[in-house]
């Protein structure tokens, strides 16, 4: 893993000769931006093959994770964002990928597809609200892209925009947070296998209300830190702001670990409910890291997780 990151690797190491070759004609253009060939959102199988990080929980439903969403762009609300998404606009998208790399550019959401290898990653999901929900996501590892990148030697953090078209997000016309939604990463939670930019879910394209079409997953993290639909990635030496701790920095860290031991201002982080457990389920237990402390506990080694919530 440590030396994954340093600047021995190139996209062409990492994809297949003709892919390389193909890519780099659409490379030379990056400057003018998407063509719009990108994988169209059609309703055919992803074929993602599975994989050992999946958990054996039960997946919550299709229905139960695109229609209870937090997605502040489209409203505050559980179901506005299933309700407001439709309208908006995935198709063509690019991301920026810039800040401390070998190969910036705008790159087509096709681009980045190409020559990436699709998994199912059935992952818990824990939102800071002390709801949780299993969802099969599909997508790959933010690893692999930012190897493709070229990450340099300076940086030490990965930051993340959500698009800004507040035509198209109407909750971006109130100031409900700072927009464009931001969010980071240490550039080691960044490269950890766990950490995956999904594409779609149960075998499909990402819905809308999910962060279509790219949206980043952190298992062990707050559902916040997940940012979605996202335009650009920026590789930096500086730990970069994100939306919630902007918002209330007493009530969310930048690290937002999933830890039952550290209380939110407001509630307990104790238990979680599952959506779809039924009106009288009992609530869980919220587990240290979400339940994958043992691939990631030692990331934070002699941290202060009190201290750097
Ligand atoms: N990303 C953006 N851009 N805007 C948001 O409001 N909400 C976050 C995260 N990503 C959010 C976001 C929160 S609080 C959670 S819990 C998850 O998305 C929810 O993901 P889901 O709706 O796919 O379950």
């Known amino acids: 893993m440590a030396g994954r990151w340093k600047n021995d690797l190139n996209w062409s190491d990492v994809t297949p000769e003709a892919a390389y070759l193909s890519r780099r004609s659409l490379m030379r253009g990056a400057g003018a931006l998407a063509m719009a060939t990108a994988a169209s959102p059609a309703l055919a199988s992803l074929g993602a093959a599975p994989s050992a990080y999946s958990t054996d929980a039960e997946p919550n439903t299709w229905e139960e994770i695109t229609s209870y969403n937090n997605f502040y762009e489209f409203g505050t609300g559980k179901e ?14 690019a991301v920026t990928i810039d800040g401390l790399v070998d190969k910036p550019g705008a790159y087509d959401f096709a681009d980045i597809m190409s020559g990436v290898a699709l998994e199912e990653r059935i992952y818990r999901l824990r939102c800071v609200e002390a709801w949780s929900m299993v969802v099969p996501w599909v997508g790959f590892e933010l690893a692999d892209l930012l190897i ?20 198209e997000m109407p909750g971006q016309r109130f100031p409900i947070l700072e927009w464009p939604y931001v969010e980071g990463l240490r550039l080691d939670e960044a490269m950890h296998p766990l950490t995956i930019l999904a594409t779609g879910l149960y075998d499909r394209p990402m819905p809308n209300q999910n962060g279509a079409p790219l949206r980043l997953v952190v298992p062990w993290k707050y559902g916040f830190k997940s940012i979605k639909s996202i335009v650009r990635i920026t590789a930096t030496a500086e730990e970069p702001p994100t939306s919630w701790n902007r918002s209330a920095p007493h009530e969310y860290g930048f690290y937002a670990n999933v830890n039952p031991t550290v209380d939110h201002p407001r509630w307990s982080q104790a238990t979680e409910r599952r959506i779809g457990g039924g009106l009288f389920s009992r609530r869980q237990e919220t587990l240290m890291f979400n339940g994958y402390g043992d691939a990631v506990a030692s990331l934070y080694d002699g941290m202060d997780l009190a201290q750097k919530f």
């Open 148 to 167: 493709r990148a070229g990450v340099q030697p300076g940086a030490k953090y990965i930051a993340f925009e959500t698009l800004y078209r507040p035509e």
């Open 80 to 93: 506005d964002p299933a309700q407001n998404a439709g309208q908006l606009t995935t198709d063509p998208w």
